[in-house]
Structure formats: C-alpha cells, structure tokens
C-alpha cells in the first residue's frame, strides 16, 4: 500500500474561480493565514493573478513561497507554501500559524 497521506493532507485546494471578485483576496489572504508551516494552498484561476502575487510578497516576503504548477491560457495553478523560517517583509505580519 503507497503511503500519500502525508502529501495529500498538506496540499489545500483553492479554486478561485469560484469566489465573487469583490471577496477573493480577503479570502485569499485568510487561506494563506490558516495554514501551518511546511503546509500548501495549491491555487487555481483562469488568469495570472500578477498583482496578488505582487501583493503576497510585499505581504508575507519569503513566508510564503510561490511555484507555478501550470501556467497555460485559462489555466493558472500556483502552489502557495508557508515557510515560516523565511524572513518576512520588513513591517509585514508573519504568514500563517504565527496569528494564532
């Protein structure tokens, strides 16, 4: 029997797609806030979120590490992973289970 339960408990999807403009980054950033150290947020869209990104960093800094899963027209996934060991943006709330 293959062991994944480590792999698949650590991955947390979120489907952008499906949250109404207006409320997507709150819910973004609240998401990126739940989680715990080493944990992942796997994103999806249908467009490159180049200013959330941007706004993630400045944000989290390196709390929060950004790969690209894939990234074809009306496509987007991006894995969103806390790493608590990172510094954070000079003046920036630490991500994740440091809020709690």
Do not use: C, W
């Not at 869209?45 to 899963?69: E, S």
């Amino acid at each position: 029997m293959e062991d994944t339960t480590m792999f698949q408990n650590d991955v947390h999807p979120f489907d952008a797609r499906g949250v109404a403009k207006r409320f997507r980054h709150a819910a973004i950033f609240g998401a990126l806030e739940s989680l715990e150290d080493g944990e992942v947020m796997r994103f999806v869209n249908d467009h490159d979120p180049l200013p959330l990104l941007g706004q993630i960093q400045q944000r989290y800094g390196n709390q929060v590490g950004i790969t690209y899963v894939a990234r074809d027209p009306g496509n987007i996934v991006i894995d969103f992973k806390i790493q608590l060991g990172a510094p954070a943006s000079a003046g920036a709330p630490a991500a994740a289970a440091a809020a709690k």
